[in-house]
């Protein structure tokens, strides 16, 4: 890692890009250069910069238990995602496409339209869903550990449902359909420049990891939401029937 060039480092793993983008080196900028180089330039230790480097590309989200999480923490976790979503993955792939000048005309011109587009829709989604969608969960939780705040819910339970919320989330569009079309799924083609084969592997990540996020929402999130509903709803009822 320390000897290669960057454009040789992320000809080997495209993911590396976003990796140095996170610790503010921007690849296009340092193509013939080293590791090693930008190291000495900036005062950097190598070999912590090689390890965090490392320790950016490693993933370890899909050995998570998510079934096993109390739904808190469930939802803390994506929160957590959200988070990664907004601060680093949307802003280093925005601004690899800002300045996109791939050798394909026909995948500039769906990137340059498509993607901000997206970006827009899904930052809105993310916050809308957490001030309505994952408050109220948390209040439904509230009430089942607390009686207490039985009649706190109660009001929010005749304006809101985890089925609605269940059949608005499977209403969103798939955003990439005609960029994973246009790109046969997002193939990185070795006709393609390194600025191109950098793009379409974000994307491609990006919408592996939206899909896994979504999956997690639907398979266990709404599951565990709408059993807690049915367990609060249960004890209103029982708390006006003993009124």
């Known amino acids: 890692m320390k000897e290669k060039t960057i454009q040789e480092l992320i000809k080997d793993n495209h993911s590396l890009a976003a990796a140095l983008h996170f610790l503010g080196i921007h690849f296009e900028n340092y193509t013939e250069h080293t590791l090693e180089d930008i190291c000495t330039e900036r005062g950097w230790n190598v070999d912590k910069i090689a390890m965090k480097i490392k320790e950016l590309l490693t993933t370890n989200a899909t050995t998570l238990q998510f079934n096993s999480l109390p739904i808190d923490l469930l939802i803390e976790y994506l929160k957590h995602n959200h988070f990664i979503f907004i601060k680093q993955r949307l802003p280093f792939i925005t601004e690899l496409i800002k300045n996109f000048e791939g050798d394909d005309p026909a995948i500039k011109a769906e990137l340059k339209l498509v993607f901000p587009l997206f970006v827009e829709e899904f930052v809105e989604h993310i916050y809308e869903e957490e001030d ?112």
């Open 132 to 243: 309505t969608l994952f408050n109220y969960i948390l209040l439904l939780n509230q009430a089942d550990r607390n009686k207490a705040a039985l009649n706190k819910v109660q009001a929010r339970m005749l304006e809101n449902s985890i089925k609605h919320f269940q059949s608005d989330h499977e209403l969103h569009d798939d955003p990439f359909k005609g960029l994973r079309k246009l790109t046969n799924n997002f193939d990185i083609d070795d006709r393609f420049d390194l600025k191109t084969k950098v793009a379409l592997s974000e994307l491609k990540k990006l919408d592996n990891e939206l899909h896994y996020h979504a999956k997690v929402e639907n398979d266990i999130l709404f599951p565990k939401a709408i059993e807690l509903e049915r367990k609060v709803l249960a004890l209103l009822r029982s708390k006006i029937s003993m009124n």
